[in-house]
């Protein structure tokens, strides 16, 4: 059975920074690319961040670029978002996904590329 776990949620002021950590349970981790969504309340799920399968290829939502950092480590089986100069409306349900195959990372934006999700993270960003 395949899971993913998300940690490293939590409160934090505006400016400050986060990491999120996911850990898969995947046998071939090497062979899925890893996203990052979030969903606010009230709002629906958008996309984040993704990371293609080498770790090579990279790309953020515009309302994140510049300010988060995604990556990975296969020995580990873990991917990773770095936040920093976090925002209130930043604040979300961070969700960790994986997808099938070896393209690009900009294949990967849309939820229905992905077969498999967390539970998810809570990240609040105060004001």
């Known amino acids: 059975q395949v899971q993913l776990v998300e940690s490293g949620g939590g409160l934090v002021q505006a400016g400050g920074s986060l990491r999120l950590s996911c850990a898969a349970s995947l046998h071939t981790f090497n062979n899925y690319a890893m996203g990052w969504f979030r969903q606010a309340p009230g709002k629906e799920r958008e996309f984040v961040a993704s990371i293609n399968w080498s770790g090579y290829s990279t790309y953020y939502a515009d309302s994140v670029k510049g300010r988060f950092t995604i990556s990975r480590d296969n020995a580990k089986n873990t991917v990773y978002l770095q936040m920093n100069s976090l925002k209130p409306e930043d604040t979300a349900a961070y969700y960790c996904?994986?997808?099938?195959?070896?393209?690009?990372?900009?294949?990967?934006?849309?939820?229905?590329?992905?077969?498999?999700w967390g539970q998810g993270t809570q990240v609040t960003v105060s004001s």
């Open positions: 996904a994986a997808g099938s195959g070896k393209y690009g990372s900009r294949w990967y934006t849309s939820q229905n590329k992905y077969d498999y």
